[in-house]
T-cell receptor
Framework: SQQGEEDPQALSIQEGENATMNCSYK?????LQWYRQNSGRGLVHLIL?????REKHSGRLRVTLDTSKKSSSLLITASRAADTASYFC???????????????FGKGTKLSVIP | EPEVTQTPSHQVTQMGQEVILRCVPI?????FYWYRQILRQKVEFLVS????????KSEIFDDQFSVERPDGSNFTLKIRSTKLEDSAMYFC?????????????FGSGTQLSVL
């Protein structure tokens, strides 16, 4: 089954530095999404990149996608203490014939931004 | 901004008891999901629901689990006879469409503890 796997599992940086998190997956995808989870809270959608896109920006977020390597990266520039959270990539599994859809999440990267 | 709400936030139950986790998806959304997360690790898909029926379910979603949309606003997950390994954070999510390029909106979760 498709599975996003993030690395590193944990990342600790100083405020102002950039944070890079990586995700690898196993099968072909339609799109890849990144979600953020604050401690004890639900997941919040950050950004979606389609399989025919290579790079996408949203504010301080930059996502890349390399379908030949089945990998994606999430870069947070000029990090802030408020960016401290877990970040998950999710690959879609859309079956148009069956009309079913699910996202498959990885284990996440826990980011700590030290003020 | 509209949000998915889940109740209760915490549920403690004895092994073998039945529990019902409740969710109110975003009002104009048509697709509903349950995910779970054990010990803040991987987020696992349980089931997706559309048009009053299950559209897809994972191998985790065995006969002990059921979902229902009893009225126009609630979406429930029932675990018939809880086991210790059912202890997890359960997230409800909804989306306004299905298919590729759909993002999910998650609730804050119900932490289920089975003793």
């Amino acid at each position: 089954s498709q599975q996003g796997e993030e690395d590193p599992q944990a990342l600790s940086i100083q405020e102002g530095e950039n944070a890079t998190m990586n995700c690898s997956y196993k099968t072909s995808i339609n799109n890849l999404q990144w979600y953020r989870q604050n401690s004890g809270r639900g997941l919040v959608h950050l950004i979606l990149i389609r399989s025919n896109e290579r790079e996408k920006h949203s504010g301080r977020l930059r996502v890349t996608l390399d379908t030949s390597k089945k990998s994606s990266s999430l870069l947070i520039t000029a990090s802030r203490a408020a960016d401290t959270a877990s970040y998950f990539c999710a690959t879609d599994n859309w079956d148009s014939g069956a009309g079913s859809y699910q996202l498959t999440f990885g284990k996440g990267t826990k980011l700590s931004v030290i003020p | 901004e509209p949000e998915v709400t889940q109740t209760p936030s915490h549920q403690v139950t004895q092994m073998g008891q039945e529990v019902i986790l409740r969710c109110v998806p975003i009002s104009n959304h048509l697709y509903f999901y349950w995910y779970r997360q054990i010990l803040r690790q991987k987020v696992e898909f349980l089931v997706s629901f559309y048009n009053n029926e299950i559209s897809e379910k994972s191998e985790i979603f065995d006969d002990q689990f059921s979902v229902e949309r009893p009225d126009g606003s609630n979406f429930t997950l029932k675990i018939r006879s809880t086991k210790l390994e059912d202890s997890a954070m359960y997230f409800c999510a909804s989306s306004d469409g299905a298919g590729s390029n759909e993002k999910l909106f998650f609730g804050s979760g119900t932490q289920l503890s089975v003793l």
